[in-house]
């Protein structure tokens, strides 16, 4: 994030997050490591979003054992959407009290 001119904060991005990885691990050690995670996962989606119901999204998250999906109307950035972001907070909120 940065401050803006008029004391507000502004989302960006890291432009290293774009650069190749010397890090590659094959799909199998992509889904080990996925099915080692011990604590409770939520993921919230825009139904619009990247991976969606993509083959190998859905692999991935079959691999989370503790895994807990909401797809909301929305895209990728759903969580800077404004008609989206009151319900991202409710289902955060909702699952944040009822996880175990």
């Given at each position: 994030t940065?401050?803006?001119?008029d004391g ?14 010397l890090?590659r ?5 992509v889904?080990a ?7 409770p ?5 825009g ?7 993509r ?5 991935a998250r079959?691999?989370?054992p503790r895994?807990t999906?909401h797809v909301?109307?929305?895209g990728h950035h759903?969580?800077l959407e404004?008609?989206a972001?009151e319900?991202v ?9 009822t996880?175990?």
């Amino acid at each position: 994030t940065q401050a803006t001119a008029d004391g507000k904060v502004q989302m960006r991005t890291d432009s290293r997050l774009l650069k190749p990885s010397l890090v590659r691990f094959t799909p199998q050690q992509v889904l080990a490591v996925l099915a080692e995670i011990q604590a409770p996962v939520l993921l919230i989606e825009g139904e619009r979003g990247i991976l969606g119901e993509r083959a190998w999204a859905a692999q991935a998250r079959q691999a989370v054992p503790r895994l807990t999906r909401h797809v909301l109307a929305g895209g990728h950035h759903l969580h800077l959407e404004p008609q989206a972001v009151e319900r991202v907070a409710e289902v955060i909120c909702l699952e944040g009290c009822t996880a175990s």
